[in-house]
């Protein structure tokens, strides 16, 4: 598909309601900061300029998505618009079973309640936050066999969110088909990056799962902006539509779970799709148990209206085009700046090498965290941590056990921020670039015994 001739990003959009933005000064941002536990995520969005924290949930809809929430139907059960929903999935996916889920994390909790027990142990190219969770939580192992090239940060390699087939192969032998109920692959791949996954390491994977008869399962949270980079990178793809190399993805697996609020540009909404139906029964009835009825799995009709519409409009190739060259532009800013990131940029964020650029920060005084704090008190701007604040864990000595990475996510919402948010993004991340060197470190104060990033308290080590 030919790109436009342009050097601007022009956003595929134009602009119907705008929501206004808060400026505060560093003295404000310091106080906040302080009253949050040195924990971004418990800051006010009003103190925040530009929130980067996530890409899920945050997004805009659009005209359509807003017209088809008048059509919702919230009827208890048998709404029309599940049915809708349930036909959209369907034809994406091929898969049989569609459970809605009211986001893609208590889909991976039915999932895994149902599908995983203690002892098992569950690969994946990269499992990230609350899908490690949910699997430890049934007393699994959650097991990342990420290809080598994912695991330099500094390789141009197209597919490093592909899976280590050879390692996947030798966790079937050290652990034994009875062990590994399913095997799960990440697209993109979030903790890696937000890399891709090619199609044809989706068929080497699934070739290993056929051998030993386990299924394949997506986290397929952003499929479409997967699908885009297998267009763009692989070999044989150039002259297929995202839509058709989604639909192709999806069929190579037996099931999938969805965080809706990603590519699905929903602001809540996830679902669980399978083609095991004795599966399916079962988490269909622990789906009423938790989360309701299931032609509406927790969400209100007009929701999974809007979740419909979204997933017509994802694989547009004009907004794929827009979306993955907003993330490189970014990229490009912090490189000129000389900081360096996880390179080639992803499909939905930029992630920022903390380790790279804050040598003088050891891992156990969380030198992610403490870049990420500093955007927030030089610009305003919040991202999130992916290093061992989120993945450490402690040891007998009292520091943790370090994460593989130190990583600042920039996540971009989709539709929300223009081109000169970007360039002032870009802005702040260059001047606290400038004063690396006075970046000092940070100590835990209080944690829960997991998911720890969401609520600690934490504070600055003196320096």
Known sequence: ???????????????????????????????????????????????????LLTDSGTGAMSAEQWAAMMRGDESYAGSSSFERFEGVVHELTGLRHVIPTHQGRAAERILFTEAV???????????????????EYQGAEALDLLCAEGRDMES????????????????????????????MVTITNNSGGGQPVSLANLRATRAVCD???????????????????????????????????????????????ISLKKDGFGNIGGVLALNDGELARRCRNLLILTEGFPTYGGLAGRD??????????????????????????????AWSAGVPTVRPAGGHAVYLDAKAMLPHIPAHQYPAHALACELYLEGGVRGVEIGTL????????????????????????????????????????AAVAARKEQIRGYRIVDQPPALRHFTAVLEPLAG
Not at 8 to 15: W, Y
Request: proline share 6%.
């Open 211 to 257: 051998r030993h008869g386990i299924p394949l399962i997506l986290d397929a949270c952003r499929f479409a902006e997967n699908a885009w980079f297998v267009v763009e990178r692989e070999e044989g793809h150039a002259d297929r539509s995202p839509r058709e190399v989604a639909e192709e993805a999806f069929r190579l697996a037996d099931g999938c779970t």
């Open 304 to 333: 999974l209206e809007a979740l419909a519409q979204g997933l017509l409009e994802v694989t547009d190739p004009d907004y794929l085009r827009y979306r993955v060259r907003t993330a490189e532009y970014l990229a490009e800013r």
């Open 390 to 429: 989120m993945f450490g864990r402690p040891t007998d000595t009292g520091e943790d056990d370090p994460a593989a990475n130190e990583l600042v996510r920039l996540a971009l919402p989709r539709r929300v921020y223009t081109q000169s948010h970007v360039d002032y993004v870009g802005e702040v991340i």
């Open 117 to 135: 027990g203690a002892g098992d142990v569950v690969p994946s190219n990269s499992h990230f936050d609350t899908t490690r969770a949910n699997i």
């Open 1 to 51: 598909m030919d790109a436009p001739l342009q050097r601007t990003i022009i956003e595929p959009f134009r602009i119907k309601s705008v929501e206004p933005l808060r400026f505060t000064t560093r003295g404000q941002r310091e106080a906040a900061l302080a009253a949050a536990g040195h924990n971004l995520f418990a800051l006010r969005s009003q103190d925040v300029l530009i929130d």
């Open 156 to 183: 141009e390699a197209p597919f490093k969110g592909d899976m280590d087939v050879e390692a996947l192969e030798a966790a079937f032998e050290r652990h034994g088909r009875e062990r590994i109920p399913l095997v």
